[in-house]
């Protein structure tokens, strides 16, 4: 198992920093990728207008391909670490040599999102009549009469994204970096966030805090957001993470 590093609660917002030097010195990469995550959230807006039944399937599928795009700043910063310049069909193709490890933890990422959606359809069938639409949850999040439905629902969601966010924070940068399996890098990252809550916890505030950002206005600040908080992650990981 790879050393851990003792981290600071401060550390955070130097990988924020770090990950903006990193996007300032390859813009286009970052803009490129940002570009993705801006339409990934145009698309959901447009399918909540016409399909809503259909929304919370795509969210999903975009918290499964979010980890991956962020691939390629991963190495676009790795690249820049190594005092080498980043070439943006490198960046495309950084899942190339470790496709099976990245396979692998994607499967685990895959299976974790339908528990977490097979226990949301639990919780709905328990509390309505049938499954309401995507309009008609929102709605009924929103009535005070369900008070109790929407704090089981929150914190099932919190109880979820905690764990996605904790096998998943440094185990990307990590099966890019070095020759590890998915059920290591796996394993750090879940045993970097019990040994280093602080520093680890507010590195998630931070995240959640830009991306919400981001999304103002009309998801157009991802184009600076993504590449923010990819670069980032890549910071993150490698002062977290130490030699095997």
Not at 53 to 58: D, R
Not at 152 to 175: E, Q
Not at 195 to 201: F, G, I, S, Y
Request: net charge neutral; aromatic share 12%; hydrophobic share 55%.
């Amino acid at each position: 198992m790879p050393r851990l590093n003792p981290l600071r609660p401060s550390d955070p917002l130097r990988w924020l920093a770090l990950g903006w030097r990193d996007f300032v010195r390859c813009p286009g990469i970052g803009l490129f990728y940002g570009s993705v995550f801006m339409v990934m959230g145009w698309a959901i807006i447009a399918v909540f207008r016409h399909a809503p039944a259909y929304t919370l399937a795509l969210c999903a599928g975009f918290l499964l391909m979010g980890p991956f795009l962020c691939l390629g700043m991963y190495r676009a910063s790795q690249r820049l670490e190594a005092g080498e310049k980043p070439d943006f069909g490198d960046s495309l193709l950084a899942w190339d040599q470790r496709l099976g490890p990245l396979a692998i933890f994607g499967f685990v990422l895959l299976v974790l999102e339908m528990l977490w959606g097979r226990a949301t359809l639990v919780l709905f069938a328990l509390n309505f009549d049938g499954m309401p639409d995507f309009r008609g949850s929102l709605l009924a999040l929103l009535d005070p009469e369900n008070i109790t439905f929407t704090l089981g629902w929150l914190t099932l969601g919190a109880v979820f994204a905690s764990l996605i966010y904790a096998v998943s924070v440094v185990s990307m940068p990590m099966l890019l970096d070095r020759p590890t399996d998915a059920i290591t890098a796996g394993l750090t990252s879940f045993r970097l966030v019990l040994d280093q809550p602080l520093a680890m916890w507010t590195w998630a505030l931070l995240i959640a805090i830009v991306i919400f950002a981001g999304m103002l206005p009309a998801f157009a600040g991802l184009l600076v957001a993504a590449p923010l908080i990819g670069h980032g992650s890549w910071h993150a990981y490698r002062a977290a993470v130490g030699p095997d």
